[in-house]
C-alpha cells in the first residue's frame, strides 16, 4: 500500500515485523524519545488512523510506534489467530523481539484497538506504563453485554455472520466504508476523501475484509478469555485513562466499563466527537492525553 505523508514535517520510518512464517506485521514509527507510546487502531482502519495526533506526540518528546495490526493494512492477513489475546502477542512479539523495547510503553487502543491494548495490558502486566483506551466496549463485561444488544451497533451482529457480509461488501467496500464512519461521525469533515482512499484501499485488498470481520467473530473467545484473565491476574493496577466521544453509544460507559477491569480509572468525554475521537478533535484529545501522562 503505497503510504501518505503525515501533516507537518515529522519523518515516518515504515518498517515489516517477522511474526512467523504466515504473519508479517507493519509499522510506523517517529521520534526518538525515552518515553514510546504505542498505537492501536479499530476497524475499518489503519495505521493512518493516528495521522493527526502522531506530530503533535513527537514533538512532545515520545517515540510513537503506530501499526497495523494483524489482517489489517500492510500486515499480513492470515485465516486465524483474531482472539485478541492472540493478536496481543504479536505486538508483543514486534516490540520486545523485532524493536528490542525492554522498557514499560504507553499502550492506546481505540476500537478494536481498546480490546486488542487491553488484552496486551492483562497478559504482559509489567511492560505497559499507563493504558489508555478510547470509546468502544470490552468483551467480558456487563457494559459489552449492554452495548452489543443496542441498534447502534448492529454491525456486531451482521460481522459476525460468516461469508454473507463477505458477499455483499465485495466491490462495494468505499461505499459501505462511507456509510460506516457516517453512521458514527460527530464531525464530518475528520475523514477525508484522501482518508477514504487509504482506508478503503486497504479493505479492497485481497483477504482484508475478511480478516477485517474475522475480529468481530472472535468476540465469544475474547469474553472467555478476558474473564479467565481477570479472575487469574486481578484488575489492571496501572492508570487507565478511559475515553468516550461526546455522543457515541460508548461514551457514557466507558468509566464505569473500565472499573470492572482496573483499579485506577480518569475517565474523559471529548467534545465534538461521536466515535472517530482522534480524528474528530485530536486536539482535545491530545490535550487530555497530556495531562494523563503527566
Do not use: C
Request: aromatic share 10%; net charge negative.
Amino acid at each position: 500500500m503505497k503510504h501518505k505523508e503525515l501533516p507537518g514535517d515529522v519523518s515516518l520510518n515504515h518498517g515489516m515485523a517477522v511474526i512467523s512464517s504466515t504473519l508479517r506485521i507493519h509499522y510506523a514509527e517517529a521520534g526518538n524519545g525515552e518515553n514510546i507510546i504505542i498505537l492501536i487502531h479499530g476497524f475499518p482502519q489503519t495505521w493512518w488512523e493516528w495521522r493527526l495526533v502522531i506530530p503533535a506526540l513527537v514533538n512532545k518528546g515520545f517515540r510513537v510506534i503506530a501499526l497495523d495490526y494483524r489482517g489489517a493494512g500492510d500486515s499480513w492477513k492470515p485465516a486465524g489467530g483474531y482472539d485478541k489475546r492472540t493478536m496481543a502477542s504479536d505486538i508483543h512479539h514486534l516490540l520486545k523481539e523485532h524493536l528490542k523495547i525492554q522498557t514499560p510503553v504507553v499502550l492506546i487502543g481505540h476500537d478494536i484497538g481498546l480490546m486488542i491494548a487491553y488484552a496486551y495490558a492483562q497478559e504482559y502486566r509489567t511492560s505497559v506504563s499507563q493504558l489508555v483506551v478510547i470509546d468502544a466496549p470490552l468483551p467480558g463485561t456487563k457494559i459489552f453485554d449492554k452495548i452489543r444488544t443496542d441498534h447502534r451497533v448492529w454491525h456486531f451482529a451482521f460481522h459476525n455472520v460468516h461469508n454473507l457480509p463477505e458477499m455483499l461488501i465485495t466491490g462495494r467496500e468505499r461505499e459501505y466504508l462511507h456509510y460506516f464512519f457516517n453512521y458514527r461521525i460527530y464531525n464530518t469533515a475528520a475523514i477525508n476523501e484522501t482518508d477514504m482512499d487509504v482506508f478503503s484501499q486497504a479493505y479492497s485488498s485481497a483477504g482484508a475484509m475478511k480478516a477485517g470481520l474475522e475480529v468481530y467473530r472472535a468476540f465469544d473467545q475474547d469474553i472467555l478469555d478476558n474473564k479467565e484473565s481477570l479472575a487469574k491476574n486481578g484488575k489492571l493496577t496501572i492508570p487507565v485513562l478511559a475515553v468516550g466521544g461526546e455522543i457515541s453509544t460508548s461514551g457514557p460507559f466507558m468509566k464505569e466499563m473500565m472499573e470492572e477491569v482496573a483499579e485506577r480509572v480518569t475517565s474523559v468525554r471529548i467534545p465534538k466527537t461521536a466515535h472517530w475521537v482522534a480524528e474528530e478533535n485530536p486536539e482535545a484529545f491530545i490535550k487530555e492525553l497530556l495531562t494523563f501522562l503527566g
